[in-house]
T-cell receptor, first 117, second 117 residues
Framework: GENVEQHPSTLSVQEGDSAVIKCTYS??????FPWYKQELGKGPQLIID?????GEKKDQRIAVTLNKTAKHFSLHITETQPEDSAVYFC????????????????FGQGTILTVHP | GAVVSQHPSWVICKSGTSVKIECRSL??????MFWYRQFPKQSLMLMAT?????????EQGVEKDKFLINHASLTLSTLTVTSAHPEDSSFYIC?????????????FGDGTRLSIL
């Protein structure tokens, strides 16, 4: 099935700096890659997603890049603010035919982002 | 848009009690919903996939008689933890997939914190 690795596990930045979180995946058939932000005591919130027919997608201060050849994708947050502090999860939908991950989200291990004022 | 409501948000009950958790998609229909379990400082672990009008599909190691899932309508799925014991204490989160394709966005509820005494 699909396996997603996420780095770093913790990331500390100063307000205004950029933050980058990287993920790799194993299922070459996967073509949908969402990113979620989870605040303490809440469920994950979808912040941006990308499909394999594009290499980059941007939404205001957030951008995601995808390299299908290398099977990795990254989240970029610019001009970070204290309210960006949270746990961020990358995920991939397994699409390998007959695989146990088919149609299911496989999450990375999460990155705790702390933005210092 | 794409709001998922989960209820209750917090449950404390005695060992041996059965607990029902509801997951509702408020502004879209969801043929498929998912139930996850999350331990402190860990990623989300998929427990089961719930399809409207059919039996749920459970992940390996998840006891289907322990965690009963019902998905009777396109906007409601329920998870019942039967005869709960302290080891069942956890954060349970549901998600609803928007649209019919397997690579469509999943939107999450805010979770249910279950504490068994």
């Amino acid at each position: 099935g699909e396996n997603v690795e996420q780095h770093p596990s913790t990331l500390s930045v100063q307000e205004g700096d950029s933050a980058v979180i990287k993920c790799t995946y194993s299922d070459s058939a996967s073509n949908y890659f969402p990113w979620y932000k989870q605040e303490l005591g809440k469920g994950p919130q979808l912040i941006i997603d990308i499909r394999s027919n594009v290499g980059e997608k941007k939404d205001q201060r957030i951008a995601v890049t995808l390299n299908k050849t290398a099977k990795h994708f990254s989240l970029h947050i610019t001009e970070t603010q204290p309210e960006d502090s949270a746990v961020y999860f990358c995920a991939a939908v397994g699409l390998g035919a007959g695989g146990t991950s088919y149609g299911k989200l496989t999450f990375g291990q999460g990155t705790i982002l702390t933005v210092h004022p | 848009g794409a709001v998922v409501s989960q209820h209750p948000s917090w449950v404390i009950c005695k060992s041996g009690t059965s607990v029902k958790i509801e997951c509702r998609s408020l502004d879209f229909q969801a043929t498929t919903m998912f139930w996850y379990r999350q331990f402190p400082k860990q990623s989300l672990m998929l427990m089961a996939t719930s399809n409207e009008g059919s039996k749920a599909t459970y992940e390996q190691g998840v006891e289907k008689d322990k965690f009963l899932i019902n998905h009777a309508s396109l906007t409601l799925s329920t998870l019942t933890v039967t005869s709960a014991h302290p080891e069942d204490s956890s954060f349970y989160i549901c998600s609803a997939r928007q649209g019919g394709g397997v690579n469509q966005p999943q939107h999450f509820g805010d979770g249910t914190r279950l504490s068994i005494l």
